[in-house]
């Protein structure tokens, strides 16, 4: 198979030569799939790290890392059980013993403070963490034609999307924007369609006018 940019290249046109555009929108529409699809297809498209005495904490900054699904810590028993997420004002007193909101190992919780997340009780090399979470991958568009975790459908949406702002980047800098204005009309369909083979609600403008009148 093509790489990405030539498979935009091949909707819109060989006028589309900006890597470093075409770049952006396949990671700007991987993002975008993400917000959409609905969450039996998100937990398809799942990664995750694990956490132990080393390193105990994850450092969100040299990570690629998209919304959190869940997190979990091992008990002594072996169970992985779900941290709830905490405010970090909070950790004083989950981690002071003689606080009555204290934790322990059967009621974990985890916190993101300085772009780093810290699960408590701190997670040991028996008693493990794993995070799970939806990459947000920096596409090469040029580098290849698979996205990591996502399924051929799913990425050829990605594609799509690329290609719409690649039209629409394009008809910026042309003159004659009609040229450009079925090319974009046709994408947003194939698009559309696209997403409701894989499960996605598409709400029509009408839809979206009558719950408006409806709430009004």
């Known amino acids: ?6 498979q935009i290249q091949d909707l819109v046109g060989t006028a589309m030569s900006d890597q470093t555009a075409m770049d952006t929108f396949m990671s700007d529409g991987l993002a975008q799939l993400y917000n959409v699809l609905p ?3 998100l937990l398809e498209c799942v990664t995750h790290t694990e956490l132990s005495n080393s390193p105990t904490t994850l450092d969100l900054d040299t990570v690629t890392i998209g919304p959190i699904v869940s997190v979990t810590r091992k008990t002594s ?15 004083s007193r989950v981690t002071d013993i003689n606080d009555l909101m204290h934790v322990t190992e059967t009621d974990p919780v985890y916190f993101i403070k300085n772009a780093v997340l810290n699960v408590y009780p701190d997670p040991t090399a028996s008693q493990t963490a794993e995070v799970v979470y939806l990459p947000l991958t920096a596409i090469n568009a040029d580098g290849g034609s698979t996205i990591d975790n996502l399924s051929n459908d799913a990425t050829y949406i990605v594609v799509l999307y690329a290609a719409i702002r690649a039209a629409t980047h394009l008809m910026s800098e042309e ?3 009609e040229l450009y204005t079925p090319i974009i009309k046709s994408l947003k369909n ?3 369609t696209a ?4 499960g996605v609600t598409i709400s029509s403008k009408k839809e979206k006018k009558e719950g408006a009148s409806r709430e009004s």
Not at 1 to 6: H, K, P, Q
Not at 77 to 91: D, K, L
């Open 1 to 6: 198979m093509a790489n990405f940019d030539v």
């Open 190 to 192: 194939d698009y559309n």
């Open 175 to 177: 003159e004659d924007i």
């Open 195 to 198: 997403l409701q083979t894989i």
């Open 39 to 41: 969450n039996n297809k």
């Open 77 to 91: 028993q072996g169970i992985n059980q779900i941290c709830r997420q905490i405010p970090p004002a909070m950790v």
